[in-house]
């Protein structure tokens, strides 16, 4: 049995799945440089069948990655395979990863087919996906919930077709720890041929066991991982990268494999990455990556700490990528400057033009604020890759609010919509609440805000805020963020972000009964 532990992130498949947290092909090639950087061994770019989109982001993944292996989601159907391989080809390493459900309750009610027409599907994937490639992964869907004589013998089955890794998924986030784990425990040691290939587990977070799930199945032998940045995932979320890794690396007395390739230094970089191109901010106590991971405000704490780091603190903040040594740049700071941090931060454009760009817009917030820290930096780039990527329709021109106390707040907005200049005002419950009926009122788009969250993005009073919405229309669901000191201004931002989203024309379709 391999001590390595190799490391599946899907963040950029199953993490899309999350209602609003669809990404464009270009954001799917930032996070998914990003990972390379932290050496994951497995990226899940996508399902190529969903959507041309789709297709054409895990293609640019293929193409752009060179250092993990870049995989494709597929059912047990020839056409879904088939634009899995036409996607991966020309990647430096490819795996194409196909399923089919094996629980009962799937089986009769959702696939309606028998288990041996079940196990023969499967196998028929499996061939056909070694057409494309050497490493194919197979899934049980739903295994949690299925007979384990039978997931023995579709596994078996799958093993003899060409499958070099096994993924037992708890699909519904429905198992307890010590069962999954002998679950894994069990399917090892029943199979014939169980050291053919990898055991792989892919936990959701449905019961919040989807790390302790997981790591369960690593103690009872499994040598695959399949996890998210900062838990992101469909429904409640799937198991958390950064708590798998660093919980196999600190806890080096229990578990028997070894984690020492990931470099865990890019972890935070990471986190706020994803969370800045989703909208899904990361809760203050996360373990890892949250705001207050490393904080202490007992007493008690504080001095064990400053006597003696390890009295309270069983992981270095450095380890994972916090730094208390950042380089803070203002309104004196240069272009060499600007542009050597970003790329220390794994920011890098793709022309000359944006970096102009992105800079225009650093010099305007140094007139704003004194010290601009890293957060600032990120989202800065986050704004300038999100309208270099876009032909918007809506962009706001000039925005005035009125609000005091005893009177209704006014908000009068000046946007250019297809060219055209228009104003309207409009009044509220709120500065934010007028302002977002005055671009209403221009717009009329028929939209339904559904989340309104706004995080600072560091610390002090001039700090940005950062604004999220979540837009809803017709059934399709986007998030618009906008970052400015001036927080009205920033959820005008956001919200005609999000608008020019929902107008514009989609060929994504989310594959949300596609989970594994």
């Excluded at 490819?94 to 089919?100: N, V």
């Excluded at 060499?336 to 000359?352: H, I, M, P, Q, W």
């Excluded at 609440?433 to 009122?441: G, H, L, M, R």
Aim: charge should be negative; include cysteine; glycine fraction near 8%.
């Amino acid at each position: 049995m391999s001590d390595k532990l190799f490391i599946f992130d899907t963040t950029l498949r199953d993490g899309e799945q999350s209602p609003g947290a669809s990404m464009t092909r270009d954001e799917k090639v930032r996070i998914a440089r990003a990972l390379e950087k932290m050496r994951v061994d497995v990226i899940e770019a996508g399902f190529p069948v969903a959507s041309p989109g789709d297709f054409e982001s895990v293609q640019a993944v293929a193409q752009t990655i060179k250092d993990s292996t870049v995989c494709g989601l597929a059912r047990a159907l020839d056409k879904d395979i088939d634009a899995a391989g036409a996607a991966l080809k020309g990647a430096n390493s490819a795996r194409i990863h196909t399923f089919i459900a094996t629980s009962p309750i799937h089986m009769e009610r959702k696939l309606r087919m028998n288990p041996d027409q079940v196990v023969e599907q499967a196998v028929q994937a499996v061939k056909r996906a070694r057409q494309y490639t050497d490493d194919v992964e197979f899934s049980a869907e739903d295994a949690g919930r299925s007979d384990l004589d039978f997931l023995c013998r579709i596994f078996e089955a799958v093993i003899k077709a060409g499958a070099t890794t096994l993924n037992v998924p708890d699909t519904v986030g429905y198992n307890l720890p010590q069962q999954f784990g002998e679950t894994i425990r069990l399917l090892r040691e029943k199979m014939p041929n169980a050291d053919k290939a990898i055991f792989s587990v892919h936990c959701h977070n449905d019961l919040g066991l989807a790390v302790a799930n997981s790591l369960s199945a690593v103690l009872s032998g499994a040598r695959q991982v399949e996890c998210t940045i900062n838990g992101l995932g469909e429904r409640a979320g799937n198991a958390s990268l950064e708590e798998i890794v660093m919980a196999v690396k600190t806890r080096q007395d229990v578990f028997s494999c070894q984690v020492d390739h990931i470099d865990t230094t890019q972890i935070v970089p990471s986190s706020r990455l994803v969370s800045g191109i989703t909208g899904f901010a990361v809760q203050p106590n996360k373990a890892i990556v949250g705001a207050n991971a490393f904080a202490h405000e007992s007493g008690i704490h504080q001095d064990g700490v400053l006597k003696h780091r390890e009295t309270y603190e069983i992981m270095r903040a450095e380890d994972v990528g916090w730094s208390a040594n950042r380089m803070v740049l203002g309104k004196h700071s240069g272009r060499n400057a600007f542009k050597t941090r970003l790329a220390e931060l794994g920011v890098e454009f793709d022309s000359d033009e944006a970096l102009n760009d992105a800079f225009a817009r650093f010099k305007d917030l140094a007139d704003k604020k004194h010290e601009i820290f890293d957060e600032d930096l990120q989202a800065l780039a986050s704004e300038t890759y999100s309208e270099a990527a876009s032909v918007d329709r809506i962009r706001l021109i000039a925005l005035k609010v009125c609000s005091e106390t005893g009177e209704t707040p006014e908000a009068c907005v000046t946007l250019q919509v297809d060219g055209e200049e228009k104003k309207l005002c409009a009044s509220g419950g709120g500065p934010v609440d007028a302002t977002f009926k005055a671009i209403e009122s221009v717009i009329n788009s028929g939209t339904e805000l559904q989340l309104y969250s706004v995080n600072n993005i560091t610390s002090g009073t001039d700090a940005q805020g950062e604004v999220t919405v979540r837009l809803e229309k017709a059934g399709r669901i986007v998030n618009g963020q906008g970052a400015d000191t001036d927080i009205v201004i920033a959820s005008a931002k956001a919200y005609i972000q999000g608008l020019n989203r929902i107008l514009a024309p989609s060929d994504r379709a989310h594959p949300q009964g596609a989970d594994v």
